[in-house]
């Protein structure tokens, strides 16, 4: 069964931290992994990563994805209290074009 | 319009209700998905519409769900004898279709918070 599993589920940090976050996958047929942020109702895009070892930068995000090990790896640098969110990670398969999405990781940025 | 729109933002019903959620996506968008989130969750696959037609409707979860979108733009997801357990956040996305086959990024509709009393 394919799954999206992201790591950890919640995560709590002071203003400027640097934080961490995972997603790891098996799915049949990968095509590409998205970050998304999700404040309140709607999840917005980040970013998509399909080619191994390459970095997706934005500003203080930034993504990349290891196709070898199965995992992908979103990096917030000089947190603020903006970044609070929930990040979703989601896998998009070449079968169907169904997006498999994990439970999400829940930043908290505390002042 | 500049992005997907969904109506209504929150609904209350009592079960055993009929419901209608629309979708309205990205002029242009081929590709539409319906999501459902419960809380602390991320978004379900329900369905998805590669134009008119329901490409993939595996996510649906019995057959009191059914969606359309019969002009290729417009859906409406629609519950039929609402149980208390289809208590969500129903979530709408569109895509465009890549050159050669194969969607691209998924853009998001802020969602239709759904009630069963």
């Known amino acids: 069964e394919d799954k999206v599993v992201q790591s950890p589920l919640s995560l709590v940090v002071h203003e400027g931290d640097t934080v961490t976050l995972n997603c790891s996958y098996e799915?049949?047929?990968?095509?590409?992994l998205l970050w998304y942020k999700q404040e309140k109702k709607a999840p917005t895009f980040l970013f998509m990563l399909t080619s191994s070892g390459i970095e997706k930068k934005s500003g203080r995000l930034s993504s990349i994805l290891d196709k070898k090990e199965l995992f992908s790896i979103l990096n917030i640098t000089a947190t603020q209290t903006g970044d609070s969110a929930v990040y979703l990670c989601a896998v998009l398969t070449n079968t169907g074009n169904q997006f498999y999405f994990g439970t999400g990781t829940s930043l908290t940025v505390i002042p | 319009g500049a992005g997907v729109s969904q109506t209504p933002s929150n609904k209350v019903t009592e079960k055993g209700k009929y419901v209608e959620l629309r979708c309205d996506p990205i002029?242009?968008?081929?590709?539409l998905y319906w999501y459902r989130q419960s809380l602390g969750q991320g978004p379900e696959f329900l369905i998805y519409?590669?134009?008119?037609?329901?490409?993939?409707d595996s996510g649906l979860p019995n057959d009191r769900f059914f969606a359309v979108r019969p002009e290729g733009s417009v859906s409406t997801l629609k519950i039929q004898r609402t149980e208390r357990g289809d208590s969500a956040v129903y979530l709408c996305a569109s895509s465009l279709m890549r050159a050669g086959g194969g969607t691209d990024t998924q853009y998001f509709g802020p969602g239709t918070r759904l009630t069963v009393l």
């Open positions: 519409f590669q134009g008119t037609g329901a490409a993939d």
């Open positions: 002029s242009g968008h081929t590709a």
């Open positions: 799915v049949t047929n990968f095509r590409s």
